[in-house]
């Protein structure tokens, strides 16, 4: 499954659960929020260049040079391999707090 494919399986996921928290709240507020929410979420993991990201996180700040690879080539890369990133700490430790927070502001604003 590719990167195309799991974007389309995500946005169904995500307009089911919009479906079912504007059905159950009855609030198009509490409906749109969750669409933002996983809007955000899906972005946040499906779409950021992990290439630029394997990186040392100290060379975040410093352009990639350019003669790594083509657009070309790292795309065809991407398309088959759409877990490719690794779970570095200080990335992980990032992506739980962002992600928790979220979900709990998310949460707290949908259970009220």
Do not use: C, N
Not at 66 to 90: G, I, Q
């Amino acid at each position: 499954m590719g990167r195309d494919e799991m974007l389309r399986r995500s946005l169904v996921a995500l307009a089911a659960a919009v479906v079912v928290t504007g059905v159950v709240t009855a609030s198009v507020r509490k409906a749109a929020a969750t669409y933002g929410f996983g809007i955000l979420a899906i972005a946040g993991v499906l779409l950021p260049d992990w290439e630029f990201f394997d990186r040392d996180y100290s060379q975040w700040l410093t352009p990639m040079p350019a003669s790594r690879r083509t657009a070309a080539e790292a795309a065809a890369d991407r398309e088959h391999d759409v877990w490719k990133f690794k779970p570095y700490p200080l990335r992980m430790a990032m992506l739980t707090t962002i992600y928790g927070f979220g979900l709990y502001k998310w949460w707290m604003y949908v259970s009220s």
